[in-house]
């Protein structure tokens, strides 16, 4: 899938890895895609409601040897 930006959220731990996505969010265009890769369990179920409450849609959800790879489009 293709993006605009990319974060490395591997080895942080909640809440880091959605305050980091957010503030590269805030950095980003409407309709750019952020690339996020957590190591953090916690952060599926957190990514899903970060979206949620935000309006910024999660595009994919994935998870490939203990890491999470998400991708979010800016709202």
Same mark, same amino acid.
């Given at each position: 899938?293709?993006?605009?930006?990319?974060?490395?959220?591997?080895?942080?731990?909640?809440?880091?890895?959605?305050?980091?996505? =957010?503030?590269?969010? $805030? #950095?980003?265009? !409407?309709?750019?895609?952020?690339?996020?890769?957590?190591?953090?369990?916690?952060?599926? %179920?957190?990514?899903?409601?970060?979206? =949620?409450?935000?309006? $910024? #849609?999660?595009? !994919?959800?994935?998870?490939?040897?203990?890491?999470?790879?998400?991708?979010?489009?800016? %709202?």
């Amino acid at each position: 899938m293709n993006f605009d930006k990319e974060l490395d959220a591997r080895g942080l731990n909640c809440p880091l890895p959605i305050l980091r996505a =957010k503030k590269a969010l $805030n #950095e980003m265009t !409407s309709g750019q895609v952020l690339h996020i890769v957590s190591t953090d369990p916690g952060s599926v %179920k957190d990514f899903a409601a970060f979206s =949620k409450q935000t309006g $910024n #849609e999660l595009l !994919s959800s994935a998870e490939n040897n203990k890491e999470f790879e998400f991708y979010i489009k800016r %709202k």
